[in-house]
């Protein structure tokens, strides 16, 4: 494993084995993108937030499809191929969902991924590590201001570690830097292995209410990450 990985190291390995999860009113020429997600094996099985699939109103599910990342067209510009999923499994407590693309006869089922294999150890990770997380943050607004698909990474510090009262496990982690709608699910990788050791979750914001009455919501540059280790135990059912 190289050590000490420079962050377009790491974006240039993954960025292809991570997914932007949409709804598309194709008859209405609607999208609303939901979450971001990462494959974790080459037949398509991907992790996305649970909260992520359960925002979806039940009768809008069948619009729920993924972007994977194919081909480069030209120089920073590539093409995605849309896939049918399926809801595997899902634990609320850990925020996780495991779910799977769905190729059609004439698409390709073969598919890049981030192995389990290569996750990291959360438990082996200090209060100050530099982190890495990609995906497709504010992407509906980005694809309505005319920029297309946009997978961004951000680079930010682990900023708390916090543990459960009843048992003293690992929790959840906090990092600094705000979290912004369309990045849930993403994976978070240690800067100096490129390890993934935790997929976004949430944030910590402050609502006050604007001139015109409106709530608006005030990032606090807290950002919320579940450990890797409860999604490491729901792909073991799978493999």
């Not at 979750?201 to 709530?215: E, F, I, L, R, T």
Request: hydrophobic share 40%; charged share 20%; proline share 4%.
């Amino acid at each position: 494993m190289k050590m000490n990985m420079k962050n377009k190291e790491i974006i240039e390995k993954n960025k292809k084995a991570i997914l932007l999860l949409r709804l598309a009113n194709k008859a209405e020429g609607k999208i609303s993108v939901r979450g971001t997600s990462f494959i974790v094996n080459s037949k398509g099985l991907f992790i996305t937030a649970a909260h992520v699939y359960n925002s979806i109103p039940s009768n809008e599910l069948e619009l729920l499809e993924a972007q994977v990342m194919n081909e480069e067209v030209s120089k920073g510009v590539y093409n995605y191929l849309s896939y049918k999923v399926e809801l595997l499994e899902m634990n609320k407590e850990s925020d996780t969902a495991l779910m799977r693309l769905l190729p059609a006869s004439d698409q390709k089922n073969e598919f890049a991924y981030i192995s389990p294999d290569e996750f990291g150890d959360p438990a082996a990770l200090q209060e100050g590590d530099d982190l890495l997380f990609m995906g497709y943050p504010l992407a509906t607004e980005l694809i309505g201001m005319g920029f297309g698909i946009t997978m961004t990474s951000i680079h930010c510090i682990l900023s708390a570690m916090k543990y459960k009262g009843s048992d003293h496990s690992l929790h959840f982690l906090m990092v600094d830097t705000h979290t912004n709608p369309g990045v849930s699910g993403s994976p978070v990788f240690l800067k100096e292995s490129g390890q993934v050791i935790a997929m976004v979750s949430g944030n910590v914001s402050q609502a006050v209410q604007s001139p015109d009455q409106k709530m608006v919501r005030i990032p606090a540059n807290i950002g919320i990450c579940q450990p890797i280790n409860h999604i490491k135990e729901i792909i073991k059912k799978y493999e």
